[in-house]
Antibody, heavy 118, light 108 residues
């Protein structure tokens, strides 16, 4: 079965960096695009970034453009999110999401909490 | 950017009753509309895609309808496990992919 397991979250000071990872299994990783979606405490869902299946195209939300970088390592079936210049408003649970061309965001990881605070 | 607006924000329903949730897009998204269910402390789960197609393993009491800018999620007979927050999302015009603010279905 499809599994997405995020890691790397934690407490970080404003202006510092953090790298999230998402280990995938149960599907052919290199055939699928992958997203990061976040959810601030008590708030709704916000799309953050996407990489296409081949890593050639990447898109970002305006709120993170220039600060976050999405990447993938198909040899390790792992997705990454490098987060630089973190702000308090980046505090959220970050979900890794599999992107299916037909059914859209079909599988979600359990999320990892990032807290930006001094 | 397409703005998604859900109503109501909260819906109080008795077990066994029908729940009807609405989602409106600021411009047409054709049929590229998905619904997700999120329970406290859990990740969202895909319920409906293509406005009306149930995802794998989703019970038949969940149904979606609509096209263009107006969409509806109907839960025909609410079960205890259905009390949750529901989000709609458009995937016709991206980036960005945009979500509604959510409708919380609570026990009446």
């Amino acid at each position: 079965q499809v599994q997405l397991v995020e890691s790397g979250g934690g407490v970080v000071q404003p202006g510092r960096s953090l790298r999230l990872s998402c280990a995938a299994s149960g599907f052919t990783f290199s055939n699928y695009g992958l997203h990061w979606v976040r959810q601030a405490p008590g708030k709704g869902l916000e799309w953050v970034a996407v990489t296409t299946y081949d890593g050639r195209n990447k898109y970002y939300a305006d709120s993170v453009k220039g600060r976050f970088t999405i990447s993938r390592d198909d040899s390790k079936n792992t997705l990454f999110l490098q987060m630089n210049s973190l702000r308090a408003e980046d505090t959220a649970v970050y979900y890794c999401v599999k992107w299916d061309s037909g059914s859209n965001f079909d599988y979600w990881g359990q999320g990892t909490l990032v807290t930006v605070s001094s | 950017e397409i703005v998604m607006t859900q109503s109501p924000a909260t819906l109080a329903v008795s077990p066994g009753e029908r729940a009807t949730l609405s989602c409106r897009a600021s411009q047409s998204v054709s049929g590229k509309l998905a619904w997700y269910q999120q329970k406290p402390g859990q990740a969202p789960r895909l319920l409906i895609y293509g406005a009306s197609t149930r995802a794998t393993g989703i019970p038949a009491r969940f149904s979606g309808s609509g096209s263009g800018t107006e969409f509806t999620l109907t839960i025909s007979s609410l079960q205890s496990e259905d009390f949750a927050v529901y989000y709609c999302q458009q995937y016709n015009n991206w980036p960005p992919w945009t979500f509604g603010q959510g409708t919380k279905v609570e026990i009446k």
